[in-house]
């Protein structure tokens, strides 16, 4: 859940080495204890009270404790990370205790995903950090190849990473394994950098880095050594799905011309090529040449079940739509879907004028009966304020428009009622009149 993740650095906290009479620890304070006796699992570097290590390294696990000393159970511990602690267990656990419940917990997660996996879906999640009890873990199936995560200063240990690899081997028996950093993370997290050598391959001759993968039919590309997150935005899948049937069931390839789509910050085609199946003509645009480049290659790659014309245009999304709004573009499905615009709560309400200013030019572009799908990736960004930034720009084009769907992230993404950073993705399914 890296989206969502604060990007400030961590206060200072002090830190005392513990003596031999003293058990290494952490206390914390009671709006901490609060929040994980309600069944959160994180714990900020603000809201830590006081810490024992004990001498010589820094350990991956430490116990917490609430200001009284009473035990709310183990942690992983980031000493320079904002997220401080990520609770990993209810009770006192030792480091061998922890990478029995890592294996234990990674199995179920990717059990859990291997009914979404088939014929025409072969790219999942398996396993998504705080949401599987695996707070920084991710791990993303392309096909025959695994993409691993280790997100969390307490994870960055060759132990963690033996029984990853070993628990994916049994599970998926996949041509590769790779450890894929988040750069940002890293800095955060002050975690290793990892070898650039497979953690696993069968062909230890010819190791696999990109691979051909399927959603809902669709082929896609995909390479370790490029592209945004693990290499692609799997939480879309059912999104995807759906818009193309929205579009067939609002008539999109009876209208004339055959219907026009727009899929803004498109990246590398998924809102794009699905809306090729039913619309004629489909523009994509993204600030990324690179993410374009495979975009084109990924159309090429379905050129036998896609008739439409597509094409692909670089620059900068604002600025395109507010040219093409002004010059009377007309379109009759248009897919927002930009990047986290706020990565932390003291940036809302800059995002909100970010979403409005892209809504408004989309709805002063789609055709009456037209279909606009809005997206928001920011966690802090929730549904209430999302709706109303779309309602203020509906009023300001004189646009009325009505809801169809509210849609969140692929089952693979799943939410944790006690966890609300784990639902973070939003997609609003509007027809506008």
């Excluded at 897919?335 to 309400?349: C, I, M, Y």
Aim: charged share 25%.
């Amino acid at each position: 859940m890296s989206r969502s993740r604060p990007d400030h650095p961590a206060p200072k906290v002090k830190v005392a080495k513990a003596q031999l009479s003293q058990a290494p620890g952490v206390r914390i304070n009671r709006r901490a204890a609060d929040r994980l006796r309600a069944g959160h699992l994180w714990v900020y570097a603000s809201d830590i009270e006081s810490v024992e290590l004990p001498a010589g390294e820094t350990p991956a696990l430490l116990p917490v404790a609430d200001s009284r000393g009473l035990l709310l159970g183990t942690a992983l511990y980031s000493p320079t990370s904002q997220i401080a602690l990520r609770l990993v267990s209810r009770e006192a656990i030792s480091e061998a205790q922890w990478l029995v419940l890592l294996e234990t917990r990674l199995r179920t997660a990717i059990r859990r995903r291997k009914p979404l996996i088939d014929e025409q879906n072969n790219a999942c999640r398996l396993c998504f950090s705080e949401a599987d009890e695996l707070p920084g873990l991710v791990a993303d199936k392309y096909g025959e190849l695994v993409i691993l995560q280790l997100l969390a200063k307490g994870l960055d240990s060759a132990a963690v990473r033996k029984n990853c690899v070993r628990v994916l081997r049994d599970e998926l028996s996949p041509a590769a394994i790779l450890e894929r950093p988040d750069p940002r993370v890293r800095e955060l997290e002050g975690l290793s950098a990892p070898s650039s050598e497979p953690l696993w391959t069968a062909d230890a001759a010819t190791p696999s880095t990109s691979k051909e993968f399927r959603l809902n039919g669709l082929v896609f590309e995909f390479d370790a050594n490029s592209g945004q997150k693990t290499g692609a935005f799997l939480d879309q899948r059912a999104n995807y799905a759906a818009v193309a049937e929205w579009a067939r069931k609002l008539g999109m390839a009876k209208r004339d011309g055959g219907g026009r789509a727009l899929d803004v910050c498109c990246y590398q085609g998924g809102f794009a090529l699905h809306l090729a199946e039913v619309c004629a003509q489909v523009t994509g645009v993204d600030a990324s040449r690179a993410s374009l480049e495979v975009a084109e290659r990924n159309l090429e790659a379905n050129r036998p079940r896609l008739t439409a014309h597509v094409d692909w245009v670089e620059g900068d999304a604002f600025q395109i739509l507010r040219d093409w709004s002004d010059a009377g573009e007309k379109f009759d499905a248009i897919v927002l879907d930009p990047p986290a615009f706020a990565k932390s709560q003291r940036a809302v309400e800059g995002a909100l004028r970010g979403y409005k200013e892209l809504n408004l030019r989309a709805l002063k572009m789609l055709r009456a009966g037209g279909l606009l799908v809005t997206c928001s990736c920011s966690h802090h960004v929730g549904w209430t304020e999302l709706e109303a930034s779309v309602a203020a720009a509906a009023s300001d084009a004189h646009r009325r428009v009505r809801l169809l769907e509210r849609r969140g992230a692929a089952l693979d993404h799943p939410v944790v009622l006690n966890l609300p950073e784990t639902e973070y993705l939003k997609c609003l399914v509007l027809e506008v009149e």
